[in-house]
Structures are given as structure tokens and as C-alpha cells.
């Protein structure tokens, strides 16, 4: 039975893993320690999963050399990613890390060489390929039914409920983050790549703070007790749940760290507004946009081929967000949920537009519109029938997802210069 140990005791890290692992994998896998820097998220941890008996520890070097681990998740903070990942690779423990798997270049090249050296067979959590629609775009798109790849449009749409949940926690501070670029995009960058079939080759990107931070009327610290409360459309109840509490509320005496910050602080960093344009090897060009105070959550995914043109458009329901008033004592800790207002159409189009041919969907139950419990089975116990899709992410895919967020970042900050993404120099 393999060893596995969770960093980070955070939302993602006790609901899409420590508790699966628990319930779906007992007789194959043992949850055998939780690290968080903060002792009290640890605890909370515990009581959210109903156990006393799993060891945490808040020294990540200490739990590795008493647990012995034989693969490691790393569902932490976006910037400590690599130092985890790292030590693992150097360990020849397997590590399965969070998207995105690392924020800065210098860190893509250390955990590439690290990679290059280690036994452990290692990935980045993209379970977006495992999402049922997107893992038949990939299968229609390697049949040949578009002919060659042209050209990918793909836009996402965050509304005011999801997307400025971002602006709330610790995401929206450049040097946690390096932007939703990396953070949020780089599952949307790691699509583009996959359905290319290629490695990014140059980036160009335009961006701005246009609606949160300073942009707002009015501000205050914090959701919790601020006097603006009654007349913020933004106001939220973020510890209505009882996990919230107990991961949160109850841990903030430790490190300081709330969880609903003012999404009008004016030290807000990073963008909330993107667009991109990017070349590939393989010559496909590709747009991207990303907006996080849409009127509507959605995803348009638009794929032109040399003999045909695959659409598929998706509207998402945000009821499971927090802040959503609805259902505010009911928000999701993985931020993720599905909702009576989700639509979803895709279509082929060949002959020149007049034949269209609807693509039906299969509907999975669990995370993400399924793609959580079949990636964690893939990750975690093999794909005995196979890969033909290619569907686990290497660590070499997931440095190729923050090396395109990165260029389009640097992009945006150099004033849309064009950016060499293997190298990140400015052409």
C-alpha cells in the first residue's frame, strides 16, 4: 500500500485530496501525514475528516524523514510549490503537484533539471484533461475529424461571485500568484497546449486592473465587520460554513492570514483583465482571454482545422461560490460545485459550415464535472488500458503552462512586446 502525505491542509488539500484518499483508496493508499505551515489549519484538518490518528506536521523536512512517504501532493501556496516539488524530485519521491506547478522561470528550469535527474514519476494536477468534454475535444482532434490545427480561441469568463472570491484570498498579491496568469490560466494554457500538440513558441498580451482594487467606491480591511457590509455588493459571509470556520476563522491567531480579504484593498496587484496571442512550433496561433467580473461564468473553446471547426460553449451556475447569497452556508471548499443553471452545447462543423453535427454529453459525477476522481485514479494508481490521450499532465507540460503564463505576464508588463517563451526574452 503506497505512503502518501498532503502539504498544504488548506480547502483543496483536505476535500479533492486527504478526504478521496480516505474514502476512495482505502486498502490502496495510506494518508499517512498532513504539513502545513500553519499548526491550526492541521487541526481543523483532522475534525473536517473526522480522524484523530493521521500525524501533521508543520515541517515539511521532518514529516518526509519520519513518514517516508512514496509520493507527496503538494496543494499549498502557488509560490512554495517548487521548494516542495523539489525536494521530492531530489528525494526520488513521487510528488503530484497542484497547478500551477511553480510561479517563476528560474523555478520551471531548477525543477526541470531536478526531473531530468530523479526515478520518480512525477505530474501536475491538470484535471481539466479528465473532464469528460475536454477529453473529447482531445480524442476528435487526434482522430483527424478537423483535419490539421489552425487555430484555437479559447475565453473564460469568471462572474462576480467565483471570480472575485480571487480577489479575496491570498491569489490576488503578484508574489503569491504571479497572476491569475499562472495561477487560474495555466489550467486554460495547458488545454491550449494539449490540443495543439505543440510547445508555446511566442507570447503577446495586454492586461489590466479594471475592476477590483483600486477601482472600487469605497474599502474596508476585511468582509468581517466592515462598516461598508450592508451596501457592498461584494460582501460575504466567507465563514457561513462550518469548514471555512474551521480551516480559516479559527486558525488566523497563528499566522495572521483572513480569508475575506476587501476585494477594493488598494495593494491589490495583479490584473483582472487578460487577453493573449500565441504562436506554437507546429505554426498553430492561438487567442486567449480571460475576464474575472463577467455578468456570467462560462468557456468558449472555438478550434479551426485545415477541414473543420469544433465549438463548445459552456455557462456554469456559481450557486457553490462563496459569497453567493443563495447559498452562502453551502459554499464549496474546492471551489468547485455544479449548479441547476449549468448548460453545455459542442459542435462539429464540416463541409463548409453545412454539415453540423451536436456533440453529446456524458455526464460523470464528482469534481470538476467528474475530472477530480479520474485524475486522482490516474495519478495515483496507473492507467492500466493506457494513455492514448496523454491525459496525466508531465512535469514537463505543466513548466510549459507556467512559461506561457509567464510571457504573457511579462508581455503585459513590457506594454505588449512580443515575448520568446522557452527563453523569455523580449523579440
Given at each position: 500500500?503506497?505512503?502518501?502525505?498532503?502539504?498544504?491542509?488548506?480547502?483543496?488539500?483536505?476535500?479533492?485530496?486527504?478526504?478521496?484518499?480516505?474514502?476512495?483508496?482505502?486498502?490502496?493508499?495510506?494518508?499517512?501525514?498532513?504539513?502545513?505551515?500553519?499548526?491550526?489549519?492541521?487541526?481543523?484538518?483532522?475534525?473536517?475528516?473526522?480522524?484523530?490518528?493521521?500525524?501533521?506536521?508543520?515541517?515539511?523536512?521532518?514529516?518526509?524523514?519520519?513518514?517516508?512517504?512514496?509520493?507527496?501532493?503538494?496543494?499549498?501556496?502557488?509560490?512554495?510549490?517548487?521548494?516542495?516539488?523539489?525536494?521530492?524530485?531530489?528525494?526520488?519521491?513521487?510528488?503530484?503537484?497542484?497547478?500551477?506547478?511553480?510561479?517563476?522561470?528560474?523555478?520551471?528550469?531548477?525543477?526541470?533539471?531536478?526531473?531530468?535527474?530523479?526515478?520518480?514519476?512525477?505530474?501536475?494536477?491538470?484535471?481539466?484533461?479528465?473532464?469528460?468534454?475536454?477529453?473529447?475535444?482531445?480524442?476528435?482532434?487526434?482522430?483527424?475529424?478537423?483535419?490539421?490545427?489552425?487555430?484555437?480561441?479559447?475565453?473564460?469568463?469568471?462572474?462576480?461571485?467565483?471570480?472575485?472570491?480571487?480577489?479575496?484570498?491570498?491569489?490576488?498579491?503578484?508574489?503569491?500568484?504571479?497572476?491569475?496568469?499562472?495561477?487560474?490560466?495555466?489550467?486554460?494554457?495547458?488545454?491550449?497546449?494539449?490540443?495543439?500538440?505543440?510547445?508555446?513558441?511566442?507570447?503577446?498580451?495586454?492586461?489590466?486592473?479594471?475592476?477590483?482594487?483600486?477601482?472600487?467606491?469605497?474599502?474596508?480591511?476585511?468582509?468581517?465587520?466592515?462598516?461598508?457590509?450592508?451596501?457592498?455588493?461584494?460582501?460575504?459571509?466567507?465563514?457561513?460554513?462550518?469548514?471555512?470556520?474551521?480551516?480559516?476563522?479559527?486558525?488566523?491567531?497563528?499566522?495572521?492570514?483572513?480569508?475575506?480579504?476587501?476585494?477594493?484593498?488598494?495593494?491589490?496587484?495583479?490584473?483582472?483583465?487578460?487577453?493573449?496571442?500565441?504562436?506554437?512550433?507546429?505554426?498553430?496561433?492561438?487567442?486567449?482571454?480571460?475576464?474575472?467580473?463577467?455578468?456570467?461564468?462560462?468557456?468558449?473553446?472555438?478550434?479551426?482545422?485545415?477541414?473543420?471547426?469544433?465549438?463548445?460553449?459552456?455557462?456554469?451556475?456559481?450557486?457553490?461560490?462563496?459569497?453567493?447569497?443563495?447559498?452562502?452556508?453551502?459554499?464549496?471548499?474546492?471551489?468547485?460545485?455544479?449548479?441547476?443553471?449549468?448548460?453545455?452545447?459542442?459542435r462539429l462543423f464540416t463541409d463548409k459550415g453545412n454539415k453540423v453535427e451536436k456533440i453529446p454529453e456524458v455526464k460523470v459525477e464528482g469534481g470538476h464535472g467528474g475530472?477530480?476522481?479520474?485524475?486522482?485514479?490516474?495519478?495515483?494508481?496507473?492507467?492500466?488500458?493506457?494513455?492514448?490521450?496523454?491525459?496525466?499532465?508531465?512535469?514537463?507540460?505543466?513548466?510549459?503552462?507556467?512559461?506561457?503564463?509567464?510571457?504573457?505576464?511579462?508581455?503585459?508588463?513590457?506594454?505588449?512586446?512580443?515575448i520568446d517563451v522557452q527563453s523569455g526574452e523580449k523579440l
Amino acid at each position: 500500500m503506497r505512503r502518501v502525505c498532503i502539504v498544504g491542509a488548506g480547502g483543496r488539500g483536505t476535500s479533492s485530496f486527504a478526504a478521496p484518499i480516505l474514502k476512495d483508496f482505502a486498502g490502496r493508499l495510506e494518508l499517512a501525514g498532513i504539513f502545513d505551515v500553519n499548526p491550526l489549519r492541521c487541526q481543523a484538518s483532522l475534525k473536517i475528516l473526522g480522524r484523530d490518528d493521521i500525524p501533521v506536521f508543520d515541517d515539511f523536512y521532518a514529516m518526509l524523514e519520519r513518514q517516508r512517504p512514496d509520493a507527496v501532493v503538494v496543494a499549498s501556496r502557488d509560490d512554495t510549490h517548487a521548494e516542495y516539488v523539489l525536494a521530492c524530485l531530489q528525494r526520488n519521491i513521487a510528488v503530484y503537484s497542484e497547478k500551477p506547478l511553480c510561479t517563476r522561470r528560474s523555478d520551471c528550469l531548477a525543477i526541470r533539471e531536478a526531473a531530468a535527474k530523479s526515478q520518480a514519476e512525477s505530474y501536475v494536477t491538470h484535471n481539466m484533461r479528465f473532464g469528460p468534454d475536454m477529453a473529447q475535444i482531445k480524442r476528435l482532434l487526434l482522430d483527424g475529424a478537423i483535419g490539421d490545427i489552425l487555430h484555437i480561441q479559447f475565453t473564460e469568463t469568471l462572474d462576480r461571485f467565483h471570480g472575485a472570491d480571487y480577489f479575496r484570498r491570498w491569489h490576488r498579491f503578484f508574489k503569491n500568484t504571479g497572476s491569475l496568469l499562472i495561477h487560474k490560466a495555466s489550467h486554460h494554457f495547458d488545454l491550449v497546449n494539449w490540443f495543439a500538440g505543440s510547445e508555446p513558441q511566442r507570447a503577446a498580451g495586454q492586461g489590466r486592473l479594471a475592476f477590483y482594487g483600486k477601482n472600487g467606491p469605497y474599502r474596508g480591511k476585511r468582509c468581517s465587520g466592515c462598516q461598508y457590509a450592508g451596501q457592498c455588493e461584494f460582501y460575504a459571509d466567507v465563514f457561513a460554513t462550518e469548514n471555512s470556520r474551521l480551516l480559516y476563522k479559527e486558525a488566523e491567531s497563528f499566522d495572521g492570514y483572513f480569508r475575506d480579504g476587501c476585494v477594493f484593498d488598494e495593494a491589490i496587484d495583479i490584473p483582472d483583465t487578460y487577453a493573449a496571442s500565441i504562436s506554437y512550433q507546429n505554426q498553430v496561433i492561438a487567442n486567449y482571454s480571460l475576464l474575472a467580473y463577467a455578468q456570467y461564468e462560462s468557456m468558449r473553446i472555438a478550434i479551426e482545422g485545415s477541414k473543420g471547426r469544433l465549438e463548445y460553449d459552456k455557462y456554469y451556475g456559481t450557486s457553490w461560490a462563496v459569497g453567493h447569497k443563495k447559498t452562502e452556508d453551502q459554499s464549496s471548499l474546492a471551489n468547485d460545485g455544479e449548479d441547476e443553471d449549468d448548460s453545455r452545447s459542442m459542435r462539429l462543423f464540416t463541409d463548409k459550415g453545412n454539415k453540423v453535427e451536436k456533440i453529446p454529453e456524458v455526464k460523470v459525477e464528482g469534481g470538476h464535472g467528474g475530472a477530480d476522481p479520474a485524475m486522482r485514479e490516474a495519478i495515483f494508481c496507473g492507467m492500466p488500458e493506457g494513455d492514448p490521450l496523454g491525459q496525466r499532465a508531465a512535469l514537463e507540460e505543466g513548466i510549459q503552462a507556467v512559461l506561457l503564463g509567464i510571457s504573457v505576464m511579462d508581455s503585459i508588463s513590457a506594454g505588449g512586446s512580443l515575448i520568446d517563451v522557452q527563453s523569455g526574452e523580449k523579440l
